[in-house]
Structure formats: structure tokens, C-alpha cells
């Protein structure tokens, strides 16, 4: 009986898609030929199913066109022209497609060979980067792959992680794939072109400046994709990413990545593969290696150096990031301390040397000053006190408190002393108000 996928719900004969989700209902019969067993991923523009080749038994992927896109005119012929693309290629590593139909309902399928495998995207999240000693091999494979689509004049456009798959054949580890030629430029027969002017198709992580601007793209597209791919590849790290999009996008534009060897210092990759790199990433395509000549710089790199330098990478770079965070504020906090050190003996030393000054001024003028200030010795004969301990910085905050019980003292000392010439003040007494008489009028 019928089910759907997703739900699981079940069906009677005749119903063929899932009206709650609108997913095909399994097994399916495409043609007479092919059962789709089950679902094995999905995309932007469809669903790819194991199937299984009634007559002779044989396991297979079969790649539907999602409904809505397949009845649109433009979306139906690039997804024949992918499987064409395909078919015509015909080299081991990429995904060879065998058969071109539609389902019951109309929707476009075509039939490729099944891969028993995983992404290379797969691969990255796990191994964050690759050897030097492993990453060339796989790289060289898409190398050969690509050349061969360019030889029949055929351009990705999507080269990526997520289009390379690595299988294990016949004894050959990390046997590449390369898969989805859904969005492909080919030379069209027929003199059509199915992609307007400024029309932008691609991942932004890896499109060319050429593709960003929405212009005109060849195979050169192709090495600037394989240029990024390389790089995270060797480096566990795109070289150009923005926060969105649009910002990615701007970026491939305008900004210049670093060499691979400065963004990963740790691993020693060799000043060749950052040379071959940055020419595979120049703006102008112009200035772009062939596919070829990229192969063969891959070829080339001294991969017998990579393994040494590869087992300490991943703990090595996190801990010297944590190593110099940790040192940046010690630093700034020793230098920030050591002025106030300094300055403190020094501000010190002038308080004192001030309160020295203020208090030989008072002694001077003391004599005149005693009979008609009497309130204002108090706080003027503190800084005589402060001068007692001039030579212990430490001491100065205590001897505030000393100085309102030794204010007193001296006014009782000079009490006595003038009270013996007491007859003499008492004469001058009367020419005091004549003092104060002639003071008044002489403003005046």
C-alpha cells in the first residue's frame, strides 16, 4: 500500500502524492521501469530517491524536478539539458546519468548511477580541514572532472563541497564524484540561452566576481570556485565570507583573502600552494590559470612535508589564540599601575612642601593677627601639624585629628606672657578709639 515519507500515512491505489504534505507516496512506478524505494536528499529544485530497476534488479538515484518547476518551460529544459550534460561527458568521475522521463503526473525525472558514499561537505564538518597529502588527490580528480565538462564546453557554475562526492571503489580511497550540473552553461544546439543578462546563479561562497556581478561566466568561473574549494580544503576556512549573502557576494567583488599560509600558519603549507591559490583568485579572469595549469600546480606541491605538520594543527591554533588573549590584558594592566606608583611620592612630597609654605606665612604674621582672629587659627594651624612628619608619606592621614587638642595649648601659653605689661596696654587703651578715629575719616 501506498505511504508517504514523511508522515507515514497510508494510501489506496490510485494516489499517488501525500495530500497533507504533498510528498510522492512509496513505491512509486516511474515508466514501468524504476520503484522508488525511498528518499535520499532534497534540493531547491527537487528530490532524489533510491530507486530500484524492476527488470534487472539493479539500485539506482532517481533525481525528480520538483512539481511547480516543472511545469515551468525555462526550469524543465535546464534540468534536461543537466542530465544531456551528464550522459555526454562520460568521465569516471562524474555521476553518470542513464536515463531522461516524467512521472506519472508530468514531473520531470532523470536516473543516475547510485553513489554509495558521503560529501566532501560531510567530510569537512568532521575533519574541519584535510592534509596537504590527502586534499591534493581529491582536488586533482575535480580538476579532471572539470576539464572534461570544459572540454564539451559545458561550465559548473556550482563547484562546491557539496557536489563532490567520495566514494570507495575497487580499493581507490576518496574516489571523486561530481554531481549536480543543475545549474551548468552549456553550448545550447539549438542557439537559446536560458539564463537572462545580470541573472545570478551560484553559492556565494564560492562565486566568481564574474558570476557576483551577474556578467558572463566560462571556464574560468570554474577555477575561481576550485580556488575557494582548495582553500578551505587546506585551511578549514573560506577566504572570503560575509554576514549574509549580499556581503559575501560584495566581497568577491572587492576584497583580497589572505594567503592560506598566514590564515593557518600552524600547519605549514608551502609558499607554492599559496602562490597557486591566489592566482586561481584573482578578480580578472584574465589573470586566472587554466584548469589544466591548475591541475598541474596541484601536481606539483611538495605533499611529503604536510603530514609532519598536520597531527598538532587542531590543538595548536586554539591554544595560541587563548595563550595571546589571556597575555593582552596582564599587559595593559602593568602599564596602567605604574604611573600612579610613580606619581604618588611626588604629590605627596607637594602637599607637604605647600602646608610648609603655608605655615611659615602664619608664624610670620601671627604676632598682629592674635587679637582679632581667634576663630581662624584652627584650621590654618593644621598644616603646621602636617609638617611634623614630612619624611613618612604614610603618616599625613592621622595628623589632622592631633591638631584640634594642640590648638589650645599655645593660647594658653601666651595668656601669662601678656599679662604682666598689663598697666601699659591699659594706657594705651584710650588712643585705641583715637586710632580707629583717624582711621575712618582717612578714606573718606
Known sequence: MPRCPTCQ??????????????????PMILEGRYRLLSPLGSGGMGVVYLAEHIGLGKRVAVKVLRGELSRDATFARRFELEAIAASQIGHENIVDVTD???TPTGELFYVMELLEGRSLSTLLRHERFLPLGRAVPILVQVCRALEAAHARGIVHRDVKPQNVMLLDREGRPDFVKVVDFGISKMSNPEGG???EAGAILGTANYMSPEQAAGGEVDALADVYALGVLTYELCTGTLPLHGENTFATMLKHLEAQAEPPSKRRPDLGLPPELDTLVMQALAKTSAARPSMARFRAGLEALPVSLAPASTPAALPAAP????DEAALTPVTMSLRAGAPSRRIWPIVTGAVVLTAGLAALLFAWREPPAAPTSTPTPAPVSSPVQVTA???EPAAVAPPPKEVL????EPKKEEVPLKKPPAPSVRKPAPSEPKKVQDLKPNPF
Do not use: F
Open 100 to 102: 531522461l522521463g516524467r
Open 389 to 391: 612628619p614630612p619624611q
Open 319 to 322: 591554544a595560541l589564540e587563548k
Open 9 to 26: 500515512s497510508e494510501y489506496g491505489e490510485g494516489v499517488l502524492y501525500c495530500p497533507k504534505d504533498g510528498q510522492a507516496l512509496l
Open 193 to 195: 540561452k536560458l539564463t
Open 405 to 408: 587638642p594642640a590648638a589650645p
